[in-house]
């Protein structure tokens, strides 16, 4: 379990991390989302060890990260910008990690050498971002780490590629228990993979939740009515959205599905309808109510 | 390439072999490019030494041992250029990593303590440079054994000397590296903190001799001399002492190092141990972010800033005032100037600390502060609250001292022996007493000392004062050339012995005002010689000062040269001069009757 | 075998249970037949293992399928299939058709619809 308690990290004046809290359980992909500057890159890098953060832990398995080998040699990081010696191969980068981390596996090395079509003769810098990246994955794996940090990782990789390493990851978690902690814009490529969200916004998390919770017990309903006015809707619906074009009213309301639309049919709607939600509108909605400039746009 | 070798095995904390080899991996070209250097250096030059050395039937062995001895001892010069060298050049390779976001990210991210990466790298650095030491130290044991001798204790020493001065000059460096953020500031810093003590010093006495009467220079204490490692190591260890030994029967040029050498440099390499633990534990507590800021501290900061503020302000601002702007020189004009110019280096300093344009609103406190601060220390050492502008040296320090009135050859003198010291000192506190008013615009009498004390100090000091005949000064000057060393000294036969005198072979004579030149004989040399003596000996106390111009006009028109053997066989020139009590020699050189002589013929008169 | 549509508005974990229901119903996974397990099924579909672990867990709680422990997941024998494929749709039903007689859709037009969809079968 990877646990941020009250973290706070202040730059030069800029408070990038305000008293954030996030817990990763064992074994989950967990998402981590934000709008740009909200603190992803930040969070992650106390996550890895990286920074130390002015207050508050960050911890793993109930042990604080920074400055703890034993503790480090269970986790790897891709970060957004990955960076190699000069010269270095994947080969001779491979045993520099071999001899950082005791799990990793060359067999393993092995095995991959067909998935990624690399050399791992030719020099990393000569290599285009994509290729870096999945460089990057390649190795990563290979350490068997049993907590993995990914930054928008899988961003520069064609769809085949990325296809290719979230089978690979997906494999490990289901085999290993893996745990992943990947923070991403792509919500379509999240709501796939993720299985518990945290929604980040300037240096906290507004919103840590199982996706299967979220997405269950938030629905999108679509209603018509044979007035013109709108009725007056059940007081303890949680509605965290109303918006509507014409007669036609779209509500986001938090709770069960059943629920939620057994006390619409009450109030006679002439249509009435639930849309499942995808991530990304989840994203926008809950962030919409904290000033974030999109939300009427889509819908 | 193996390291295997050496490699340190795996311990805890200090060292992380898979950071060792990675670094050895990456950096073996600097390695190649030193040890190719000192390839040059040492066996290249031990095999050049060998062959061309001079082949004389038996005597080759001897002939060559100091040849080659003297090889290794000279390329104790290149130890020190390249500890310098390397101690900016290796740290900034190893610890590159540490100045861009990206790489600190990945490093840092590895399952390695700090206190491991610190020493893995520099380790890797020193080992490199170790290697290539032992790697030079064993090539020139194989390039002296083609001539069947080895000098093991040159070497040796060479090997020892060389790793102490690395020790202390890649811990600075490292030092100066955990200190920025930046590649490129590691070299400026490394620049700046072997000179800044030194620099300090200069500014504090550019001032001094601004404010005191007669100041010029006195040595800086020793302790600025420590803190400016590259030129007291330049000192102790780049000057070699050369002398003529016997070696096996036979008289051979030997060099050696001197004797500070070695103790300065064990001195040193404990202060780097020192510097290398300050580096650790400035490494410990250094944020990852700061990669690409200027200097990686906030407190750091400060200290920079004020440091430039300071030292820019006082020493720029005493450029400004002198140079720029000229004219009197008042105190208020140059407190105006330098905390003008201690702000514009502060300002100056803070914007490239922030990297902005921006920095006015948090730090005119701080302004404000500063300004004060450097008004305050010119009004301190202002105020001389050490006395040093009238301090005197004390008799039983000094060596010696020469005095010199009115940079006239008839007012200069070396004293040292301790009663003409005295003399000399006491009349140094005369005119301490006198001081420097002139308000009745006398003419002004020069007056210069420059006291070498008996631990190699200089004390030199140069005062303008009012020439007044009843004054002490005035009595205090005649009394000091009044003295018959004084005299020997004005005259020119200062330490004329015997043996020099049965030396000598002839001399040359010339009137500048007529142009006429005689060469003389040796009898006639003799013969001048003796008469200046006597006119030494024979000179009354008088008034030295009143004849100074008189004896001074003399002595540029006469030229008067002494031929004598040197001790080495070479040729030793005397130069006399005529004073106006010189009545003998005066004599002498109108018996020679110049006009009417030719160079070659000899004069018929003989001098008394 | 299956596929996931990401534009369909199902759930994904609707999805694969209704692509494996349809397996078993066609024949293309006959009973007793072993699935594929969750973590190959994750890594070919690339998606989270949990999702496919809710499938097959409500599968089972269906009844479509069983599992032996340290075997895996398969099949559950036929007939009941329909059955209970029958039983689900109808409750899937009873909503729609409630909603369409609030809209005065008659009982013709259904019985037309009916046989509508019998001329397709």
Redesign the interface.
């Known amino acids: 379990m990877l646990e941020a308690k009250h973290v706070v990290k202040t730059f030069d004046g800029f408070r990038a991390l305000d008293g954030l809290t996030m817990t990763v359980p064992t074994g989950a992909?967990y998402g981590l989302v934000g709008p740009n500057g909200a603190g992803k890159s930040t969070i992650i890098r106390h996550l890895a060890g990286i920074y130390r953060q002015d207050s508050g832990e960050v911890l793993l398995d109930g042990q604080p990260v920074y400055e703890d080998p034993a503790v480090k040699r269970r986790m790897t990081v891709i970060g957004d910008d990955w960076y190699y010696f000069p010269q270095a191969n994947i080969r001779e980068m491979a045993h520099f990690f071999a001899g950082l981390y005791p799990a990793f596996s060359w067999e393993r090395y092995e095995k991959l050498k067909q998935v990624f079509p690399l050399d791992e003769k030719m020099m990393l810098r000569r290599m285009s971002k994509g290729m870096q990246k999945q460089a990057a994955f390649w190795l990563t794996v290979c350490c068997m780490p049993e907590y993995l940090i990914l930054d928008e990782p899988v961003d520069g990789l064609d769809p085949v590629m990325r296809?290719q390493v979230?089978?690979?990851l997906?494999?490990d978690?289901?085999?290993r228990g893996t745990t992943v902690l990947v923070s991403s814009h792509n919500l379509?490529e999240l709501?796939?993979?993720?299985?518990h969200v945290g929604i980040l916004d300037h240096g906290r998390v507004l919103l840590e939740r199982s996706?299967?919770d979220l997405?269950?017990n938030t629905v999108k309903l679509q209603v018509a009515y044979p007035g013109v006015t709108e009725p007056v809707l059940p007081a303890e619906m949680q509605i965290l959205h109303r918006s509507h074009v014409g007669r036609v009213y779209t509500y986001i309301v938090r709770g069960s599905r059943e629920d939620i639309l057994r006390r619409m049919q009450i109030t006679e709607p002439v249509l009435?309808e639930s849309?499942?939600l995808t991530l990304e509108e989840i994203f926008i909605y809950e962030l919409g109510g904290v000033d974030y400039a999109a939300k009427d746009i889509l819908l | 390439m193996s390291w295997e070798v050496w490699t340190m095995p795996q311990k805890t904390s200090f060292c992380n072999r898979t950071l060792l080899r990675s670094d050895l991996r990456h950096f073996w070209p600097a390695g190649f490019v030193y040890v190719l250097i000192w390839l040059m250096i040492l066996p290249i030059q031990l095999l050049r030494a060998g062959y061309d050395a001079p082949r004389g039937n038996g005597l080759l062995a001897d002939k060559l041992e100091p040849l080659l001895h003297n090889v290794i001892v000279g390329a104790s010069v290149g130890s020190l250029v390249l500890a310098v060298v390397c101690g900016v050049v290796i740290p900034m390779a190893v610890y590159a990593y540490l100045m861009a976001p990206r790489s600190v990210g990945m490093m840092h991210a590895l399952p390695v303590k700090r206190t491991t990466q610190y020493f893995s790298h520099f380790l890797a650095g020193f080992g490199l440079l170790t290697a290539g030491n032992l790697l030079i130290f064993l090539l020139s044991v194989l390039a002296q054994l083609p001539f069947g001798m080895v000098d093991w204790a040159a070497l040796g020493q060479w090997l020892l000397l060389t790793e102490l001065l690395e020790l202390f000059f890649l811990s600075l460096g490292a030092l100066c590296a955990m200190a920025t953020g930046w590649l490129l500031a590691i070299p400026v810093l490394y620049v700046a903190v072997n000179f800044a003590a030194l620099l300090l010093c200069s500014v504090v006495q550019f001032l001094q001799r601004w404010f005191y009467f007669g100041f010029q220079y006195t040595t800086y204490p020793s302790f600025v001399q420590w803190l400016t490692p590259i030129i007291k190591l330049a000192e102790d260890v780049g000057f070699l002492d050369g002398e003529y030994i016997a070696r096996n029967g036979i008289e051979v040029y030997w060099r050696s190092l001197s004797a500070q050498a070695l103790p300065t440099s064990a001195i040193y390499a404990a202060a780097g141990l020192v510097l290398l633990a300050m580096g650790w534990l400035l490494y410990r507590k250094r944020p990852s972010e700061a990669a690409g800021d200027a200097i990686a501290f906030p407190w750091l900061r400060i200290l920079v800033r004020w440091a430039v503020g300071l030292c820019g302000g006082l020493g720029l601002g005493l450029f400004l005032s002198i140079f720029v702007l000229g004219g009197s020189r008042s105190l208020a004009k140059l407190l105006l100037c330098q905390v003008f110019m201690g702000l514009l280096c502060f300002v100056a300093a803070q914007m490239l600390l922030q990297k902005t344009f921006r920095v006015f609103r948090r730090s005119w406190k701080e302004l404000a502060a500063l300004a004060a601060a450097m008004v305050a220390l010119t009004l301190a050492i202002r105020a001389d609250a050490l006395g040093v502008q009238y301090r005197v040296p004390d008799v039983q320090q000094v060596d010696n001292v020469q005095v010199s009135v009115s940079h006239s050859k008839a007012g200069t003198f070396l004293a040292s022996d301790s009663a003409a010291i005295e003399t000399v000192t006491s009349l140094h506190r005369a005119i301490l007493e006198q001081g420097s008013e002139n308000t009745d615009d006398s003419r002004v009498l020069y007056v210069s000392f420059y006291y070498t004390m008996k631990n190699g100090q200089e004390f030199r000091r140069n005062y303008g004062i009012a020439e007044r005949e009843g004054a002490e000064t005035y009595r205090k000057i005649n009394q000091l050339l009044n003295l018959p060393q004084a005299r020997s000294y004005a005259v020119g036969i200062n330490g004329l012995t015997d043996e020099e005198l049965d030396a000598v072979r002839g001399g040359f004579v010339e009137d500048s005002y007529t142009g006429f030149s005689v060469d003389l004989t040796r009898e006639q040399a003799l013969a001048l010689c003796r008469a200046a003596q006597q006119d030494v000996a024979a000179a009354v106390d008088t008034d030295v000062l009143a004849a100074i111009d008189t004896d001074t006009a003399q002595r540029w028109r006469y030229q008067l040269v002494i031929y004598s053997t040197a001790a080495d066989g070479g040729t030793r020139d005397r130069y006399l001069s005529m004073m106006s009590y010189c009545t003998r020699m005066q004599e002498f050189i109108d018996g020679l009757d110049l006009a009417n002589s030719t160079a070659d013929v000899p004069a018929t008169e003989d001098a008394s | 075998m299956i596929s996931l549509d990401?534009r369909d508005?199902?759930?994904?974990?609707q999805q694969v249970k209704d692509s494996l229901r349809r397996m078993m119903l066609t024949g293309l996974l006959p009973p007793d037949e072993k699935l594929p397990s969750?973590?190959s099924l994750?890594?070919?579909l690339?998606?989270?293992?949990?999702?496919i672990q809710?499938a097959y867990s409500e599968l089972e709680a269906e009844g479509y399928i069983y599992s032996v422990a340290g075997k895996g997941s398969f099949a559950a024998s036929g007939g009941d299939e329909q059955q209970r494929r029958i039983r689900e749709l109808t409750e899937q039903l009873t909503p729609v058709l409630e909603?369409l007689k609030t809209l005065g859709y008659t009982q013709e037009a259904l019985l037309r619809l009916w046989k509508g969809g019998e001329n397709h079968a």
């Open positions: 992909v296809r979230w089978s690979l997906l494999g978690v289901a085999e379509r709501e796939d993979v993720c299985d996706l299967s997405q269950d009435l849309i499942p | 990401y508005g199902r759930p994904l974990y969750v973590r994750a890594t070919q690339a998606i989270n293992p949990n999702t809710r909603e």
